[in-house]
């Protein structure tokens, strides 16, 4: 239903921020919007969700109070400010659209192609 597509991933040292941006294409943008990542050798991960108006957000345990997920309706455009990094938030974040405010990956049905974001110590 909706093309989405991240970009904003880069290197960076602990302690800093990096900024996560996904852009939409598609009929609507009426979509509540996710962000998850996948370390190597891990599972992909649930990190932050966001409702269709922006007004109700939930975030993973491990992210919660360095990590804010926004949107501008507007620019079909959903962000991930990533603050206080650390090095176990190396992963390729990947954003999401879905049906609701939920936190699994079978929730959503569009995904971007992902983004590399590496931390080092």
């Known amino acids: 239903q909706v093309q989405l597509v991240e970009s904003g991933g880069g290197l960076v040292q602990a302690g800093g921020s990096l900024r996560l941006s996904c852009t939409a294409s598609?009929?609507?943008?009426?979509?509540?919007m996710g962000w998850f990542r996948q370390a190597p050798g891990k599972a992909r991960e649930f990190v932050a969700v966001?409702?269709?108006?922006?007004?109700?957000?939930y975030y993973a345990e491990s992210v919660k109070g360095r990590f804010t997920i926004s949107r501008d309706n507007a620019k079909n455009t959903v962000y991930l400010q990533m603050n206080s990094l650390k090095p176990e938030d190396t992963a390729v974040y990947y954003c999401?659209?879905?049906?609701?405010?939920?936190?699994?990956?079978?929730?959503?049905?569009?995904w971007g192609q992902g983004t590399q974001v590496t931390v080092s110590s």
């Open positions: 598609g009929r609507t943008f009426r979509y509540a």
């Open positions: 966001i409702s269709t108006s922006g007004g109700r957000t």
């Open positions: 999401a659209a879905g049906w609701a405010l939920r936190t699994s990956e079978g929730d959503f049905h569009s």
